[in-house]
């Protein structure tokens, strides 16, 4: 029986079927690092292959495989900063001083940048779309536990400017497909605060059958 504000021990659940308590803690204690604090070094190619990788054991129905990854060149980072801040100023999403300089202070700071583009199928006759969807974002986590366990912090980025039809031009976002987020990877030179964990018991309930 759950209780409520309870968070389940994770040292006893692990001693009691000999899993690898380290591994676990990663997964549990991720979280996000806002691309102002990530400095150099970033992933390396054969770390970001890693992460891809790991993103592609996410569960697919109907091996849809409804992902691609474009990991921007450092050398074209300054120009599709400029194409996504260009795009934020028109839409207005301007909020502290300048949007160019907030979004060039902001994913531009991260060391690598990796935009991630769902190839959807909206008329594949067994996997809706939502289904899709969902798997892609299975995919977004594997990538951000696996740069984590590597040692980087990674915050994933949308907004607006990801329907922007200079940003998808310039990434060649085809039809039937969406940019998603560009997911920024770095390193944090300072140790995190530690995420609040949720309560267990407030996302958590147990169904007894219908005549509980
Ligand atoms: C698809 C997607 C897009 C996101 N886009 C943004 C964004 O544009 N700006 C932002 O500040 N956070 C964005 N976030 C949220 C952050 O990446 C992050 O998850 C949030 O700050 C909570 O941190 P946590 O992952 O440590 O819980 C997005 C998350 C997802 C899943």
Redo the contacts with the bound molecule.
Sequence with gaps: MLQKNSVPSNSSVLSENGSDPILLERVLT?????PMRLVEPGPTQKEIELMVSAALTAPDLGAVRPWRFISIDQAARDEITKIVSEAKARRGSNGRGSAVESERGHGARAPVQIA?IACLDPEHVDVPILQQYISV?AA?QNM?LSADILGYGA?????DEMRDPDVIKALNVRWNEKL??LVCLGTCPRPAKP?RRLKVADHLTVWCGSNE
Excluded: D, P, Q, T
């Design positions: 991720r979280r996000s690092l806002s991630i974002g977004l951000l915050m994933i980025l949308s907004g998603v987020a995420k």
